[in-house]
């Protein structure tokens, strides 16, 4: 069968394209491979098992008549997560948080099929003016009041010793600081962790270390005398680039 026909693929597809359209780049990946950054690789893989925990155990509390733990949006008709026709949809979902957004590959409602833009290049933009407003968030701290939404904007990737994230809603219990989204792309899945200045700092010093350490390995294994040059320009060598 033509992958392209396959709607698990297709809404693999459609949440690579979210990511791209709504942070213009996929830089940010590099600090959840697992090469690079393995302590991330690992908090990735753990909130990846526990969204889908979650989804089993609010399907179970569907089918007993309980209110899901997990809450479906779609921006269109109302979502049935465990019917047939909703397995090849996106889901975006905040990392910690009880709502997923499913994108489907297009409008279901009437009054929503005329939109100039698909499901997907609509949550895109939403996604693009929640950055604008919350990303490097000043919560906490003497010159800005403590608003109760700041737990909601707390760091969720938690690998540095000084991370900001509060212990709990108590107000009084912020540490103050500024967040911004990471996507991670586990399509059709796209979790949304929000991360604090220091753990993106510290992030980033691991991916750089494992850079190095794989240069200097890289290195190691050349016979005496050589060197590792840096590919030149295209124009400068058209063959090295061939």
Known sequence: MDPRANTTVRAANRATAIIMKAFSTREDTVLFDPVRVPVLAERADAAAADFHLREGEASRERALGLPPSLQY????????????????????????????????DRWRHEDNRDRSMSPAEEIASLLLLDRSVDDYWCFGGEHNPRYVRDYELRCTVNIAHDCTAPLSPDVNEYGGGTTRWLPVDRAPLIMLFRCCTACETLAGKFAANTYKTAVINARADLPPGAVILPNPEPDVNPDAWA
């Open 73 to 104: 949006k779609t921006l269109d008709t109302d979502s049935d997560p465990d019917a047939t026709h909703e397995q090849g949809v996106a889901k975006i979902w905040r990392v910690g948080g009880s709502l997923v957004y499913v994108v489907r």
